[in-house]
């Protein structure tokens, strides 16, 4: 990381850990949804831009962590700091069988599976009613409160997110700029010549699904505790391409890119369709607007563009 | 006799009813330099992507060091000491060549399941990349991406990546190929000076400068062993001059 994106980061991070004492309750909330949906993206991101596996089924990992911690807190009397550790674990085993699965295909194929995968548990949400109470959601679920602090105020809450979230990142960071990650970016470009040189590529590529899934799960962890409420709908395409598109907009296989696309997608969705009602063609022509400018996201369009005023000037 | 490098029983390849290798048998012994030679479609990368598990052969084995390899994959394959070159440059084209090769050393180094340290923190085997590319003259390009390079560097960068894993075997798959006068000159010298430590297998068309390297030369022809011997033997052959020198 340069110095100036390192300044730039932590600048950040404090207006972020400040947020609460300058804004309004409705910002902090809409500020702990982008957070969740930013750690969402980057955990995919580490699949798309990384690996090259575009998955279409990421928010599967969302889902299941939220409706394991649902379920147990509402049906089998468990206490949220369990139910969250069990949400984790089942997050990452469903990602353990479905990498098994879903890689032995790489491009469209890959792309395919993942989304039949979540499909057929968005299917078993809605239908399995006994459980899931299926159109109707499981409400009525408690917020965790970790070493005792209540976080049912927005603030609290926000800031427990933050700190989640800026674990989030140094691990997904960490994992991305290791010796692993390297070896991850080179089985995206030459997997045939990886593999020559002594490196598992299908390991690779599991182990790096099976570690998205997990982050994925924590942003689930996060998104039931914050609405108090799962319903089918947090699996759906809809929210894995919503994810995708974060991704490809901000940037794939940049640190910031997604975040940057989580935080343009979840503004236009929250603050613009309260003055817009047509937010979803408002989100397109946005998207039109990134393919055409800056193709590769925002992101790479700006190091571009910074590149050329540095160039310009000398 | 001591156990041969590379030895290739019986092996079979067929592509639906095209078969690409009939019949193969092959013995290469530690240390040697082996010339594959044949006309173009003779099934000489076919063979080598048998040999390093790329693809599966229809039937036969192939032994590695006496040791059968035919169901291991191409990475335990590499972890057993063979190393290949490709005939059509692969590379990984943003990096640069220092991390190019880095890969090279990572993939038989347990650090490739490292995920919280990056490369940048393993000072020794950032030396020992310099170390390969210094082997073949591009030392001093170490920080370029390889999308940089003129082509016949990235020919030596190939041989760079084969060359850092100390290979047991290396296959060279045409390693001249397209380039100058001059730069064959310099990887000819390149490939003479490798040691005998390592095994050589090397598929060239251009003659006259490998055939002073080899120490023997297989002749394939639609898939099969035509002619086995000395390069003297080979070259005079009567079914090599018809099938392969045209003359």
Same mark, same amino acid.
């Given at each position: 990381?340069?110095? !100036?994106?390192?300044? /730039? $980061? %932590?600048? !950040?991070?404090?207006? /972020? $850990? %400040?947020l609460p004492f300058y804004a309004g309750e409705y910002f902090i909330n809409l500020a702990s949804q982008i957070l969740i949906a930013a750690i969402f993206a980057s955990s995919l991101n580490l699949l798309v831009g990384y690996g090259g596996l575009t998955s279409l089924g990421h928010a599967a990992f969302v889902g299941v962590s939220a409706y394991v911690f649902a379920w147990l807190t509402t049906h089998a009397g468990a206490g949220p700091a369990v139910a969250a550790a069990a949400a984790l674990v089942g997050a990452t085993i469903v990602a353990c069988v479905f990498g098994l699965v879903a890689l032995r295909a790489t491009g469209l194929g890959f792309l395919m599976i993942t989304l039949a995968f979540s499909q057929i548990l968005w299917g078993l949400a809605y239908r399995w009613?006994?459980?899931?109470?299926?159109?109707?959601?499981?409400?009525?679920?408690?917020?965790?409160?970790?070493?005792?602090?209540?976080?049912d105020g927005a603030a609290a809450f926000y800031w427990f997110t933050l700190a989640l979230c800026v674990i989030a990142f140094a691990a997904i960071a960490a994992f991305a700029s290791s010796a692993f990650g390297a070896a991850l970016r080179g089985t995206r470009d030459e997997p045939r010549r990886m593999a020559a040189l002594g490196h598992d590529v299908r390991l690779i590529r599991w182990i790096t699904f099976v570690y998205a899934g997990f982050?994925?799960?924590?942003?689930?962890?996060l998104y039931v505790n914050y609405n108090k409420f799962i319903h089918p709908s947090a699996m759906s395409i809809t929210n894995s391409a919503e994810g995708l598109l974060a991704v490809i907009a901000g940037g794939s296989g940049t640190l910031a890119g997604p975040i940057v696309g989580a935080t343009l997608i979840m503004l236009l969705k929250n603050y613009v369709s309260?003055?817009?009602?047509?937010?979803?063609?408002?989100?397109?022509?946005?998207?039109?607007?990134?393919?055409?400018?800056?193709?590769?996201?925002?992101?790479?369009?700006?190091?571009?563009?910074?590149a050329r005023i540095r160039g310009g000037r000398k | 006799m001591t156990t041969p490098a590379l030895f290739i029983d019986n092996l079979h390849k067929r592509f639906g009813g095209l078969p690409a290798t009939r019949d193969v048998t092959m013995r290469v012994a530690q240390g040697e330099r082996r010339l594959v030679i044949g006309p173009n479609g003779a099934g000489k990368t076919t063979l080598f992507n048998q040999i390093t598990g790329d693809i599966a052969p229809t039937s036969g084995a192939i032994y590695l060091f006496?040791?059968?390899?035919?169901?291991?994959?191409?990475?335990?394959?590499?972890?057993?000491?063979?190393?290949?070159?490709?005939?059509i440059i692969t590379l990984f084209q943003k990096d640069t060549l220092e991390h190019n090769v880095m890969l090279a050393l990572l993939g038989l180094s347990r650090r490739r399941f490292d995920i919280l340290r990056p490369l940048s923190r393993f000072p020794d085997m950032r030396a020992a990349a310099r170390e390969a590319l210094a082997l073949v003259g591009l030392d001093g390009a170490a920080d370029r991406t390889v999308s940089a390079l003129a082509y016949g560097e990235k020919r030596r960068l190939e041989i760079a990546l084969a060359l850092a894993q100390k290979p047991k075997l290396l296959l060279l798959d045409e390693p001249m190929a397209g380039l100058s006068l001059e730069e064959r000159k310099s990887v000819k010298s390149l490939i003479a000076s490798i040691p005998r430590t390592t095994t050589l297998v090397m598929i060239e068309h251009d003659m006259d400068t490998a055939l002073d390297l080899a120490d023997a030369v297989t002749l394939l022809h639609y898939g099969k062993v035509?002619?086995?011997?000395?390069?003297?033997?080979?070259?005079?052959?009567?079914?090599?001059?018809?099938?392969?020198?045209?003359?």
């Open positions: 990381m340069s110095r !100036a994106s390192l300044i /730039l $980061a %932590l600048t !950040a991070l404090v207006a /972020l $850990a %400040l009613a006994s459980v899931t109470n299926g159109d109707n959601g499981i409400s009525g679920i408690p917020r965790f409160s970790p070493f005792g602090l209540s976080l982050w994925a799960g924590v942003a689930g962890l309260a003055y817009v009602e047509r937010w979803n063609m408002l989100l397109g022509f946005v998207f039109v607007a990134i393919v055409l400018i800056a193709p590769d996201g925002v992101i790479p369009g700006l190091r571009r563009a910074a | 006496g040791a059968d390899v035919t169901r291991l994959s191409p990475a335990q394959r590499a972890h057993r000491g063979i190393a290949r070159t490709y005939q035509l002619v086995d011997g000395s390069p003297q033997a080979v070259i005079s052959d009567p079914q090599t001059r018809e099938v392969y020198l045209g003359v």
